[in-house]
């Protein structure tokens, strides 16, 4: 068998918030993200989606157990190691699109290059490039306010994809978004794992989850099913 390369693995995690009451977001949820899955998490509204992905994404530490990256555990790490981890690797999207109001489409898909300390001429011609891939030609001088939910949600994959992370992580991406924008942003996801993107969606939506080649049922912060139509 082809070795394939695992990116994430989740060992036995638990995450709990001590507030007033004790809540157990995830209770001993263990997975392993190979290169080129495309997995989708589905459960109900407070099963722990998103404390899930979270987790998964390194935008937050476990309670309990353990977290690898790339073969590494990085459950320990400091915030400022983990963000240079997630900056490079970890691409990002989600239902409210989080695009910033005062750049356009393009300044948008180029800040992460920024970031990453790019020129300004490297920035321009990837950012248009992803851009064009996306369908967004025309639209690369517009502010977020005036484009459409489904042209928002694709600027921000575009800003996902554009420093080629190992893994792209979506909250409820088609959220905000009517049928028909919705079905053309799985439809760029089907695209990309297509070719070779490893992508998982948490969502509450089996229509959305059905896209999946992997699907984790989530209830009460634990996976009780998962459906692997790799290997039907
Ligand atoms: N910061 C927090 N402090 C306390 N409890 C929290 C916190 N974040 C989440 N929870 C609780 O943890 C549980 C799981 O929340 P989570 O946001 O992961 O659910 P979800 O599946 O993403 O739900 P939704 O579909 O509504 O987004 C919920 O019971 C929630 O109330
Ligand atoms: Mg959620």
Same mark, same amino acid.
């Given at each position: 068998?082809?070795?394939?390369?695992?990116?994430? /693995?989740?060992?036995?995690?638990? #995450?709990?918030?001590?507030?007033?009451?004790?809540?157990? *977001?995830?209770? !001993? %949820? @263990?997975? @392993?993200?190979?290169?080129? $899955?495309?997995?989708?998490?589905?459960?109900?509204?407070?099963?722990?989606? @998103?404390?899930?992905?979270?987790? *998964?994404?390194?935008?937050?530490?476990?309670?309990?157990?353990?977290?690898?990256? /790339?073969? #590494?555990?990085?459950?320990?790490? @400091? $915030?400022?190691?983990?963000?240079?981890?997630?900056?490079?690797?970890? !691409?990002? %999207?989600?239902? *409210?699109?989080?695009?910033?109001?005062?750049?356009? *489409?393009?300044?948008?898909?180029?800040?992460?290059?920024?970031?990453?300390?790019?020129?300004?001429?490297?920035? /321009?011609?990837?950012?248009?490039?992803?851009?064009?891939?996306?369908?967004? #030609? &025309?639209?690369?001088?517009?502010?977020?306010?005036?484009?459409?939910?489904?042209?928002?949600?694709?600027?921000?994959?575009?800003?996902?994809?554009?420093?080629?992370?190992?893994?792209?992580?979506?909250?409820?991406?088609?959220?905000?978004?009517?049928? +028909?924008?919705?079905?053309?942003?799985?439809?760029?996801? +089907? #695209?990309?794992?297509? &070719? !070779?993107?490893?992508?998982?969606?948490?969502?509450?939506?089996? &229509?959305?989850?059905?896209?999946?080649?992997?699907?984790?049922?989530?209830?009460?912060?634990?996976?009780?099913? %998962? &459906?692997? +139509?790799?290997?039907?």
């Amino acid at each position: 068998m082809l070795f394939v390369e695992e990116l994430i /693995r989740l060992e036995n995690v638990w #995450k709990s918030y001590y507030g007033g009451a004790v809540v157990h *977001a995830l209770r !001993g %949820v @263990s997975i @392993s993200i190979f290169k080129g $899955d495309f997995i989708s998490i589905l459960g109900p509204s407070g099963s722990g989606k @998103s404390t899930f992905l979270h987790i *998964a994404s390194l935008l937050d530490k476990p309670t309990k157990g353990k977290v690898f990256f /790339r073969g #590494k555990e990085v459950s320990h790490l @400091s $915030d400022e190691e983990l963000s240079n981890i997630r900056g490079k690797r970890i !691409g990002f %999207v989600f239902q *409210a699109f989080n695009l910033i109001p005062n750049m356009t *489409a393009l300044e948008n898909v180029e800040l992460p290059l920024m970031i990453q300390g790019f020129s300004e001429e490297e920035r /321009r011609k990837r950012a248009l490039s992803m851009l064009e891939k996306l369908g967004l #030609k &025309e639209r690369i001088y517009h502010f977020p306010s005036q484009l459409s939910g489904g042209q928002k949600q694709r600027v921000a994959i575009a800003r996902a994809l554009i420093v080629s992370p190992d893994v792209v992580f979506a909250d409820e991406p088609t959220g905000n978004l009517d049928s +028909k924008s919705g079905k053309e942003v799985i439809k760029i996801f +089907k #695209k990309l794992n297509k &070719e !070779g993107k490893t992508l998982v969606i948490v969502t509450h939506d089996p &229509e959305v989850a059905k896209v999946a080649k992997k699907i984790f049922y989530i209830r009460d912060g634990q996976i009780i099913k %998962v &459906e692997d +139509k790799n290997k039907k």
